[in-house]
């Protein structure tokens, strides 16, 4: 499918530089530039749930800037882009003065904005959104990695399963929406529930859901038990679904088509330089893309890369190919695509 001449925004990327910037993902990125060991057998060395959740480790184990993106982007005609945070271990918000400051926008897509890190359940919440705002025009929100999975062979991103309602993290969320920010939101598909509850009690909130709620396993065997027959992968597709259509139906939501390419969702790995067939990209993707399409409608999605995460599955162009395929068919046209690959981006973000 041809996106045409929509100019792209790609509203959800990373940018890392693990040798210079703390990161999750730095002591290990430095230790094997150090200690050579063949990158195959770091992978076997590694836990089981970061190989299952990385997919290929290579992009976690060198920057990755704006000339990097751009590469990667190829022909696609991406204009702008949307930083997400993403592991930094040190002060928040020299994050975002960090990436604020990259080489954006000469030869390299513009950063149009900006989601900084951030966890409303923590003290001096208030006070970090204000040295976000403060740190770059950019900001437009914060995202708080809060993806919490019962499978315990499985990479959560937080200790704590209740994260979303704990009483400091409902009394923080209040600051971010009297700041009129947003709030991505990266949860596992089993925490729904509770961004439901969150939509339902602050309804004025801006909610943009990050990867469509990632229902690990529901394309293939990941961490204990996990998706590891045809009938577990569709009772986690029917969990999904039930609650996707629930958090839809709060207007203050919506859902960003990305990270469909990650690794946790089961996808088989192919092996590096053989990205996987777009044609096989929309068999996989294609029910949750029309089930998101019907209940949140056009209007309401938003694509993003999820660059570099998604890159062991498929490329940035094959992404955008695949998504567009899939929904161009189901809404009857391509009319909609300038409003998944753009429009609803520059308003969710307030871009214009």
Do not use: C
């Not at 996106?3 to 990373?14: K, L, Q, V, W, Y």
């Amino acid at each position: 499918m041809d996106i045409g001449e929509i100019r792209i925004i790609d509203a959800h990327i990373h940018q890392w530089d693990p040798f210079t910037t703390a990161r999750e993902f730095s002591r290990t990125a430095k230790l094997l530039r150090a200690v050579p060991v063949p990158l195959p057998l770091a992978v076997r060395l590694a836990p089981r749930k970061d190989r299952e959740f990385i997919g290929e480790p290579s992009a976690y184990l060198a920057p990755y800037l704006p000339a990097d993106y751009r590469t990667d982007a190829g022909d696609l005609p991406v204009e702008s882009v949307v930083h997400i945070e993403v592991e930094w271990t040190g002060p928040k918000v020299e994050e975002t003065r960090w990436v604020t400051a990259l080489p954006f926008g000469v030869d390299t897509p513009a950063l149009a904005a900006v989601s900084a890190s951030g966890f409303p359940g923590a003290p001096g919440f208030a006070e970090l959104l204000d040295a976000h705002l403060s740190a770059s025009p950019l900001v437009r929100g914060v995202r708080s990695m809060v993806a919490h999975h019962p499978d315990t062979g499985i990479r959560s991103f937080t200790t704590d399963p209740g994260a979303l309602h704990s009483n400091a993290f409902l009394d923080g969320f209040a600051a971010l929406v009297d700041r009129e920010l947003i709030f991505e939101a990266w949860v596992y598909s089993n925490q729904l529930p509770e961004l439901i509850a969150l939509a339902r009690r602050y309804p004025e909130a801006k909610i943009v859901l990050n990867h469509l709620g990632t229902p690990a396993g529901i394309f293939g065997p990941i961490g204990k038990y996990t998706g590891n027959d045809a009938r577990q992968r569709a009772a986690i597709f029917e969990r999904w679904r039930a609650d996707i259509t629930a958090l839809a139906e709060f207007p203050n939501v919506v859902a960003k088509v990305s990270g469909l390419m990650m690794p946790i969702l089961g996808h088989p790995v192919p092996r590096p330089g053989h990205p996987t067939p777009v044609a096989r990209l929309t068999d996989r993707i294609g029910p949750l893309l029309r089930h998101a399409a019907d209940v949140f409608g056009a209007e309401r999605l938003v694509w993003g890369s999820n660059f570099p995460v998604d890159r062991p599955i498929t490329s940035i162009t094959g992404s955008a190919e695949a998504v567009a395929t899939v929904l161009a068919d189901h809404l009857g046209g391509t009319e909609f695509l300038e409003k998944v690959f753009r429009a609803n981006a520059q308003r969710v973000y307030r871009l214009e």
